[in-house]
C-alpha cells in the first residue's frame, strides 16, 4: 500500500500544484497585481498551510518544540533544497526588488526569530504576537507598493478566469497540495521503516522535506510553465509566512518553549537557516548579476546534503 501511496500523492501533487498557479495566475491578472506578490501572499499562504496545521496541533498538544523544529526544518528545505531543484531546471532573472523588499523581509523574520528563541528558550505570547503584526505590515506593504521583481518570460500566454474559478482552484489545488504532500510522507515513511531505514534518517530527510513538498510542486510547476515570478515568491513567502503567521499564530495560542531534548535547533539547526538564507543574496549576484542559474542551485544542494549529513551524524 505504501507504494500506492505515493503513486497517488505525486498525482495530486502535480494537479494540486497546476490548479494553484491557475489560480495565482488568474488573480494576479484580476486584480492587476504582480505575480510575485500573489507567490509570496496567496500562494505561500497555501503551500504553508501544513506547517501552520501541523503546528498549531503540536501546540495543543504540548509538543512546542516540534512546531518550531517543523518551522526551521521547512525554511532551510525551502531554499537549500527546492528553491535549488528549481533553478537547476530553469534559471530566475531577478530585478531590483528582490533585494531591496523580498530578501530583507526573510531575512528580518528570520533574525526575530533568532532573538526571541535563543536566549529564553521560549517564544512568548506577546513575541508571537509582535510577529504575527510585523506579517500584517509586510502584507499591506506588499499590496501596496511591490513591484515585479523577476522578469515574466510569457506573459502573453496568461489566462484570465472568473472571479468563481479563482476560488475554485485556489480551493481545489491548495487541498491536493495537502492531500498529496500527506500520503506522499506517509508512503515514504513506511516504505523507508519496511526497509530497515532509521528513525533518525526518516525523521531528517523524509518528515523534515515532507512538509516542503507543496512548495517544490508549486514552485516546480510554475517554473516549468514559465510562471518564475510565482515560483521564486512562493518560496521567499513560505519562509516569511512559516515564521510570522505559522510561529506567531501558534506562539499566540501558547509559548513555544525548546525543551532540552531539542535543544539542537537553537544550537544549530536555527545558525544554518540563517546562513542559507543570507546566501542566496551573494547567489543572486554571482557568477552572473540579478540571476539565480544551476551552478547556483548545485551550491544550495550541497549545502543541504551537508545539513542533512551533519543532524544524522
Not at 528563541?117 to 512568548?124: E, L
Not at 512548495?215 to 513560505?238: F, H, P, T, W
Not at 543574496?281 to 551533519?310: N, Q
Given at each position: 500500500?505504501?507504494?500506492v ?7 495530486l ?11 495565482a495566475?488568474?488573480l ?36 512546542t518544540?516540534?512546531?518550531?523544529g ?14 535549488a ?35 529564553d ?26 513591484k ?10 496568461d ?36 526497509l ?20 517544490l510542486?508549486?514552485s516546480v ?15 521567499i513567502?513560505?519562509?516569511?509566512f ?7 499564530i501558534?506562539?499566540?495560542?501558547t ?6 531534548d531539542?535543544?539542537s ?8 537557516m540563517?546562513a ?5 543574496l551573494?547567489?543572486v ?27 544524522i551524524?
Amino acid at each position: 500500500m505504501s507504494i500506492v501511496y505515493i503513486i497517488i500523492g505525486l498525482i495530486l501533487l502535480v494537479f494540486g500544484g497546476n490548479w494553484l498557479l491557475k489560480a495565482a495566475v488568474g488573480l494576479s491578472l484580476k486584480l492587476n497585481i504582480p505575480k510575485i506578490v500573489i507567490g509570496m501572499t496567496v500562494v505561500s499562504f497555501a503551500t504553508s498551510a501544513p506547517e501552520l496545521i501541523v503546528s498549531v496541533k503540536s501546540a495543543l498538544d504540548g509538543a512546542t518544540g516540534l512546531a518550531l523544529g517543523n518551522v526551521i526544518g521547512s525554511n532551510i528545505a525551502n531554499l537549500a533544497l527546492v528553491l535549488a531543484i528549481t533553478i537547476i531546471l530553469s534559471p530566475i532573472d531577478v530585478q531590483k526588488s528582490f533585494y531591496k523588499t523580498d530578501w530583507p523581509v526573510m531575512m528580518i523574520a528570520s533574525i526575530m526569530l533568532y532573538f526571541f528563541i535563543v536566549d529564553d528558550k521560549t517564544i512568548q505570547t506577546y513575541e508571537g504576537m509582535i510577529l504575527f503584526v510585523t506579517l500584517i505590515a509586510f502584507l499591506i506593504y506588499l499590496l501596496r507598493f511591490q513591484k515585479q521583481a523577476v522578469v515574466d518570460e510569457m506573459p502573453e500566454d496568461d489566462e484570465e478566469l472568473p472571479l468563481y474559478k479563482i476560488v475554485l482552484f485556489l480551493a481545489i489545488g491548495g487541498l491536493g497540495l495537502w492531500g498529496g504532500s500527506e500520503l506522499l510522507i506517509n508512503g515514504s515513511v513506511t516504505l523507508a521503516k519496511s526497509l530497515g531505514v532509521s528513525d533518525a534518517v526518516i525523521g531528517v530527510t523524509v518528515v523534515s522535506v515532507g512538509t516542503s513538498i507543496p512548495e517544490l510542486a508549486a514552485s516546480v510547476i510554475a517554473v516549468l510553465k514559465k510562471e518564475k515570478a510565482i515560483s521564486l515568491g512562493n518560496l521567499i513567502g513560505s519562509n516569511v509566512f512559516n515564521i510570522l503567521a505559522v510561529l506567531g499564530i501558534t506562539a499566540m495560542i501558547t509559548p513555544i518553549e525548546v525543551k532540552a531534548d531539542a535543544l539542537s535547533l537553537i544550537q544549530k539547526d536555527i545558525y544554518w537557516m540563517l546562513a542559507i538564507s543570507f546566501a542566496v543574496l551573494p547567489l543572486v549576484f554571482i557568477p552572473k548579476g540579478l540571476r539565480l542559474g544551476w551552478r547556483d542551485g548545485v551550491l544550495l544542494l550541497i549545502a543541504y546534503a551537508v545539513f542533512v549529513y551533519f543532524t544524522i551524524s
